[in-house]
């Protein structure tokens, strides 16, 4: 089945570092990539996604590649925030039928402090 | 729009009492998502529903567990009797069948089970 591998955290950083979270998967076909992003208390909302290899997700500052190649999905942002601290979900939904669902990795928090 | 709405936000109750979580998904939006997360587990898809009928149950941990959809509008999570270890964040999720297909999460109702 489909399966999604992040790396594990905490990621902890300096303000305006730069960022990589890994993310790979399994999936057949064609699936859609997403990274979610969780803040304290808070429930998940999307932070960018991919629909077809070489698309590149993007939104506040964060992108993210599909690469089928190397069957990754990998989030980077070139200056971190303190504000950017949260948990992230790498997500898939794989085929084309209304009923896939998404499978989420186990989520990376991310602790950015001044 | 006011986005999911979940109630209550947290609950604390003893073992062995029943439990009822409640959703309200965005209008019109067609799927409905019941997720459980926890430290250990992760985040867990319990149910699905499209167009108020249950789609998959699988992930419902066992038979204490019950979810409804009596209309698009309200949805509820039903644990009876709840046991200390059923103590998790448990998110609602919903999404349009077309266009962007984003699923959007509610805040999450925290359950405690003393």
């Known amino acids: 089945g489909d399966s999604v591998t992040q790396m594990e955290g905490p990621v902890t950083l300096s303000e305006e570092a730069f960022l990589t979270i890994n993310c790979t998967y399994t999936a057949t076909g064609y699936p859609s990539l997403f990274w979610y992003v969780q803040y304290p208390g808070e429930g998940l909302q999307l932070l960018l996604k991919?629909?077809?290899?070489?698309d590149k997700g993007s939104n506040k500052g964060f992108e993210a590649t599909y690469r089928k190649e190397t069957t990754s999905f990998h989030l980077e942002k070139g200056s971190v925030q303190v504000s950017d601290s949260a948990v992230y979900f790498c997500a898939l939904k794989g085929g084309d039928s209304g009923y896939s669902t998404l499978t989420f990795g186990k989520g990376t928090m991310l602790l950015v402090s001044p | 729009d006011a986005g999911v709405i979940q109630s209550p936000r947290h609950e604390v109750t003893e073992m062995g009492q029943e439990v009822t979580l409640r959703c309200k998904p965005i209008?019109?939006?067609?799927?409905l998502f019941w997720y459980r997360q926890t430290m250990m587990r992760g985040l867990e898809l319990l149910i699905y529903?499209?167009?108020?009928?249950?789609?998959?149950d699988s992930g419902m941990p066992e038979d204490r567990f019950s979810a409804k959809m009596p209309n698009a509008s309200f949805s509820t999570l039903k644990i009876q009797p709840s046991e200390p270890r059923d103590s998790a964040v448990y998110f609602c999720?919903?999404?349009?069948?077309?266009?962007?297909?984003?699923?959007?999460f509610g805040p999450g109702t925290r359950l405690t089970v003393l």
């Open positions: 999720a919903s999404r349009f069948s077309f266009g962007r297909n984003e699923q959007f």
């Open positions: 209008s019109g939006h067609d799927y």
């Open positions: 991919a629909t077809k290899a070489d």
């Open positions: 529903f499209n167009n108020n009928v249950p789609i998959d």
